[in-house]
Nanobody, 124 residues
């Protein structure tokens, strides 16, 4: 059974930083592209960032470019999302996904396995 677990969310003021982590069990971590997604109340889930199996390729939502950094440690089976200069509009539940079936890695429709998510709240 595949389990995906996120951690590291919290409440911060605008301009602050958080680092999210995602661990995976029951699935070969380094065999798949992975992604971070977020969903704010009343909005659809959107892709924030994704990363190739080796970590050599990364993609970002335009709104987070220059502020967020995705990286992975395949030896420890952990995916990270470093979020700096957070803005109130970054407030959402952030989820990690793995098991890419194929297609654009920022699309939420192409992953098999998802975590429950971690809440990020940014106040002004």
């Amino acid at each position: 059974q595949v389990q995906v677990t996120e951690s590291g969310g919290g409440a911060v003021q605008a301009g602050g930083s958080l680092r999210l982590s995602c661990t995976v069990s029951g699935f070969r971590f380094d065999r798949s592209w992975m992604g971070w997604f977020r969903q704010a109340p009343g909005k659809e889930r959107e892709g924030v960032s994704c990363i190739s199996r080796s970590g050599g390729e990364t993609y970002y939502l335009d709104e987070v470019k220059g502020r967020f950094t995705i990286y992975r440690d395949n030896a420890k089976n952990i995916l990270y999302l470093q979020m700096n200069n957070l803005k109130p509009e970054d407030t959402a539940i952030y989820s990690c996904a793995t098991g890419l079936r194929g297609g654009k890695c920022l699309s939420p429709d192409v992953y098999n396995y998802w975590g429950q998510g971690t809440q990020v709240t940014v106040s002004s």
